[in-house]
C-alpha cells in the first residue's frame, strides 16, 4: 500500500478516468477504461454536430476526422502527419495492408509469427489463398527468412504471453531478405514508445480500444509510410479512398496519401469519442508510460510468483509489454472467482490468467490487491 | 400549408426526432436525422456498459449485438430471424457478398447496374479482378443476361434519380439464367416494404445511416439467408466470425450461421446508438411510411416541376423512393443558397439537385417551404 502514491509520476492522470475505485481493473488490455470527457464529447457530437448541423458537420470536420485522429495516433508511433488513418476494424486493416504488401510480387510466400493473435493467422491464410502465396507459421526467435519471402506479419506484444518483439531487430533481418514488415501494434500501442517512421517500417495496424481507451470496438489505424502510398494496392476500393470522393467517377482512382486505404463512410460516433479519449496522451510522456508499467508489471510478478501452482508466462526483463500472463490448471475458475471479488482480468484458454496494467490509471495498490485476492484464493 | 396535419397519420412521430423547427432537412437520403432517444442511450451506454460493467458488457448484450440489431433490421427487409448481421460499412459489405457470391463459381461475368453509386462499382471491379472474371456495366432495363453471367449488383434505388427497381422481376430474371443477385438497399431500406425472403433474394447490404436515422457512419448490414449460409466463404475471416472466436484455434471455421459475416470486433457505440434509433420503427407499418412517402414526394414534384430551368429526373408513378432529383445548370449554386435560407438538401455534381423526403420526420409544409425558397431563388 502507499507505495503508488510516492513514486507514481503518472498517479493524477487517473482522475482524467471514470474509473470506480472500488474495482480493480486489469483488463485494460482487451478494453481500456473510458476517460472522463468520452461522454461529453459523445453528446457534442450527438446533439450538436448531428441533431443542429446535420448533414453539414461532413464539411465541419467530420470527413476529414480519419487522418487528423490518425495523425493523433501517428505521434504515439513515431510515424509524421499524413501516414496514420482509422479506419475499420484490425482485421480489415490486415487484409488491406497484406493484400498491398503482396501485391505484384513475385515471391513466394508470407510469413507470420506462430504465437500471433488468430485473427492476424486467419487473415494472412485469406491473402495467401488470394494471391497464390503459401503461409508460413514461424517462431520469430528463428524466422528462416529467404529471398522467397513476400511478408512478415508480427504481433509487436504476443497477446498470450505479454512478449514484446524487438522491432528493430526483426523489422532489420525483413528487410535484409529484401521483404517487407506488417507489425500489429494492438497490444503495444500506448504501452511503450515505438519508432515506426525511424525503423523504415513497411506497414503498420493497430487497435484503439486497448490501451488507447478509445471505447468498445473503436475504428482501428493502418500506417502507410509516405513512400509506400503510391504504391499501396488493395481490393477493399470504397468510394471515401477515392481521389475525389464527390465527383462520383465510375472509376476508381486512389487518393495519392494515406487516404486511399479509407473504404466505406467513416463512423463518426466512435471515431470522436476516440478523439476525445486520445486527449490524455497529450498530457503524459510515453517514456513515463513505459517506466510506470514496467513497474507495475515487475511489482505484481513479485507478489504472485510464489503462489502455488502459479508459473509466470510473461518473459521477465525488458521484452515484454503491460501484462503478466500466468498459467494455472485452475485458470478459468479463478478469473470468475476474481472477477467476483471486484478483480477483473480475463482468462485465455486453456490455462492462462492475464492481468493488464494500464499505466494511466492503474496503481500500485491495484496490483497489490489483485495479488491478494489471488493468494486468497489459492 | 396545413396540408399535413390533416393528412398526415405519422405526423405525431416527428416528435420523436431532434430536429429544429426552422430547418427544413430534406437530406435524410443521405444523412437521417436523429431521434430523441438516441443521446440518452449512449450516455448509458459510454457511463453506465463501458464506465461501470467494463469487459463484462461484452457478455451482457454487446457479444450478440451485430446479430439482435441485425433481426431488427430484418423485420424492415423480410427477412426473418437469423439472416441479417450488422457490421463494417456498406463497402466492405459488398465485398463480402460479392467474394461470396462468385466463391467457386464457373461462370465468366460479374453485371452491375450502369448508374450504380460508385463504391458498388469500385467493388464489383475489385472483386472481379481476384476472381478471374469481367465486370459489366448495363442498364437494369436491359441486362442481356446469359449462362456466363455469375452475380448481377443492382441499386434498388438509384442514388441519382431516385428510381426504384422492381426487385421482383429483376430477381426472377437473374435467377432465370441461374446466376446470383445482390441487392444495395441503401436508398430504400426504411423506405418501403422489402420481401427479401419471400423473392428468395440471394444476398442483400445496405446502410443503416439514412432512411433509418443510426447516425454518421452507422454500422452497415448484410442479408446472408439460412440456406445460403453454409455456402457463404469469403476472405475476410476476422476472429469474431469464427464459430468459437474466444478458442483463439489457430484454423478458421466460419460460424455456421449469419455471424460468419461478421470480421472484427463490432464497434458498439454506434451499433447501440443505431439500436436506439430502430425503436421508432417499433411504432410504424412500412406501408404508412411508402404512402406518406409517395405523397410528399408527389406534392414537392407539383410544386417544383414547373419552376424555370428545371428539370426533373425523378420517375413519376410509383417506380420511385424518397427522393426529388431536379436538373439544372446552376445546381451547385442553387443548393447553397437553399442552405443558406435553411432549406437542406444536397448537390450531386454536375447538375442535380436532390431532395429526399424522410416520412417520419419530414412534413408536406416542408415540401412547400422547400418549393417556395426554390422558386425565388429562381
Not at 119 to 141: F, H, M, N, Q
Not at 158 to 173: F, H, S
Not at 232 to 246: A, C, K, M
Given at each position: 500500500?502507499g507505495?503508488?502514491?510516492?513514486?507514481d509520476p503518472?498517479?493524477?492522470?487517473?482522475d482524467?478516468f471514470?474509473l470506480?475505485?472500488d474495482?480493480?481493473?486489469?483488463?485494460g488490455?482487451?478494453?481500456?477504461?473510458?476517460?472522463?470527457?468520452v461522454?461529453?464529447?459523445?453528446?457534442e457530437v450527438v446533439?450538436?454536430?448531428?441533431?443542429?448541423?446535420?448533414?453539414?458537420?461532413?464539411?465541419?470536420?467530420?470527413?476529414e476526422?480519419?487522418?487528423?485522429v490518425?495523425?493523433r495516433?501517428?505521434?504515439?508511433?513515431?510515424?509524421?502527419?499524413?501516414?496514420?488513418?482509422v479506419?475499420d476494424?484490425?482485421s480489415?486493416?490486415?487484409?488491406?495492408?497484406l493484400m498491398?504488401?503482396v501485391?505484384?510480387?513475385?515471391?513466394a510466400e508470407?510469413v507470420?509469427?506462430?504465437?500471433?493473435f488468430?485473427t492476424?493467422g486467419?487473415?494472412?491464410?485469406?491473402?495467401?489463398?488470394?494471391?497464390?502465396?503459401?503461409?508460413?507459421?514461424a517462431d520469430?526467435?528463428?524466422l528462416?527468412?529467404?529471398d522467397t519471402?513476400?511478408v512478415v506479419?508480427?504481433?509487436?506484444?504476443?497477446?498470450?504471453?505479454?512478449?514484446?518483439l524487438?522491432m528493430a531487430?526483426?523489422t532489420?533481418q525483413v528487410?535484409?531478405?529484401?521483404?517487407?514488415?506488417?507489425w500489429?501494434?494492438?497490444?503495444?500501442v500506448?504501452v511503450?514508445?515505438?519508432?515506426?517512421?525511424?525503423?523504415n517500417v513497411?506497414?503498420a495496424?493497430?487497435?484503439?480500444?486497448?490501451?488507447?481507451?478509445?471505447?468498445?470496438?473503436s475504428?482501428?489505424?493502418?500506417?502507410?509510410p509516405?513512400?509506400?502510398?503510391?504504391?499501396?494496392h488493395?481490393?477493399l476500393?470504397?468510394?471515401?479512398?477515392h481521389r475525389?470522393?464527390?465527383?462520383?467517377?465510375?472509376?476508381?482512382?486512389?487518393d495519392?496519401g494515406?487516404?486511399?486505404?479509407?473504404v466505406?463512410?467513416?463512423d463518426?460516433?466512435s471515431?470522436?469519442?476516440l478523439?476525445?479519449?486520445?486527449?490524455?496522451?497529450?498530457?503524459?510522456?510515453l517514456?513515463?508510460?513505459?517506466?510506470?508499467g514496467?513497474?507495475?508489471?515487475?511489482?505484481?510478478?513479485?507478489l504472485v510468483?510464489d503462489?502455488p501452482?502459479?508459473?509466470?508466462?510473461?518473459?521477465?526483463g525488458e521484452?515484454?509489454?503491460?501484462?503478466?500472463?500466468?498459467?494455472?490448471?485452475?485458470?478459468?475458475?479463478?478469473?470468475?472467482?476474481?472477477?467476483?471479488?471486484?478483480v477483473?482480468?480475463?482468462?485465455?484458454?486453456p490455462?492462462?490468467?492475464r492481468?493488464?496494467f494500464a499505466p494511466?490509471?492503474?496503481?500500485?495498490?491495484?496490483?497489490?490487491?489483485?495479488a491478494?485476492?489471488?493468494?486468497?484464493?489459492?
Amino acid at each position: 500500500m502507499g507505495t503508488g502514491a510516492r513514486t507514481d509520476p503518472l498517479a493524477h492522470i487517473r482522475d482524467l478516468f471514470d474509473l470506480d475505485d472500488d474495482v480493480v481493473y486489469l483488463d485494460g488490455n482487451s478494453l481500456g477504461a473510458p476517460p472522463k470527457n468520452v461522454a461529453a464529447r459523445v453528446q457534442e457530437v450527438v446533439s450538436r454536430q448531428w441533431g443542429r448541423r446535420l448533414i453539414r458537420s461532413w464539411s465541419e470536420g467530420w470527413w476529414e476526422a480519419p487522418q487528423r485522429v490518425g495523425d493523433r495516433i501517428g505521434k504515439l508511433v513515431g510515424a509524421a502527419p499524413g501516414q496514420v488513418v482509422v479506419a475499420d476494424s484490425t482485421s480489415v486493416n490486415l487484409f488491406k495492408a497484406l493484400m498491398a504488401a503482396v501485391h505484384g510480387t513475385d515471391r513466394a510466400e508470407i510469413v507470420v509469427d506462430a504465437g500471433t493473435f488468430p485473427t492476424d493467422g486467419y487473415i494472412a491464410r485469406s491473402v495467401a489463398e488470394l494471391s497464390g502465396l503459401t503461409l508460413r507459421p514461424a517462431d520469430p526467435d528463428d524466422l528462416a527468412l529467404s529471398d522467397t519471402t513476400a511478408v512478415v506479419l508480427l504481433n509487436h506484444v504476443d497477446y498470450r504471453t505479454g512478449r514484446l518483439l524487438d522491432m528493430a531487430k526483426l523489422t532489420e533481418q525483413v528487410h535484409a531478405v529484401g521483404a517487407k514488415v506488417v507489425w500489429d501494434l494492438c497490444h503495444s500501442v500506448g504501452v511503450l514508445p515505438i519508432e515506426l517512421d525511424a525503423l523504415n517500417v513497411n506497414l503498420a495496424v493497430g487497435c484503439t480500444y486497448k490501451f488507447l481507451n478509445g471505447g468498445p470496438g473503436s475504428p482501428a489505424f493502418l500506417y502507410v509510410p509516405t513512400e509506400a502510398q503510391p504504391g499501396f494496392h488493395q481490393p477493399l476500393t470504397g468510394w471515401t479512398g477515392h481521389r475525389s470522393p464527390f465527383a462520383m467517377s465510375p472509376d476508381y482512382t486512389p487518393d495519392p496519401g494515406v487516404s486511399r486505404a479509407r473504404v466505406g463512410t467513416p463512423d463518426i460516433i466512435s471515431m470522436l469519442a476516440l478523439d476525445a479519449a486520445l486527449d490524455v496522451w497529450d498530457r503524459v510522456d510515453l517514456e513515463d508510460v513505459r517506466a510506470k508499467g514496467l513497474a507495475l508489471t515487475a511489482h505484481f510478478r513479485d507478489l504472485v510468483e510464489d503462489l502455488p501452482g502459479i508459473e509466470v508466462i510473461t518473459p521477465d526483463g525488458e521484452w515484454r509489454g503491460h501484462q503478466v500472463s500466468l498459467r494455472h490448471p485452475d485458470a478459468a475458475t479463478l478469473m470468475r472467482r476474481l472477477v467476483e471479488r471486484q478483480v477483473i482480468g480475463d482468462h485465455r484458454p486453456p490455462d492462462v490468467l492475464r492481468f493488464g496494467f494500464a499505466p494511466l490509471y492503474n496503481t500500485f495498490e491495484d496490483a497489490e490487491r489483485a495479488a491478494t485476492a489471488l493468494g486468497e484464493l489459492l
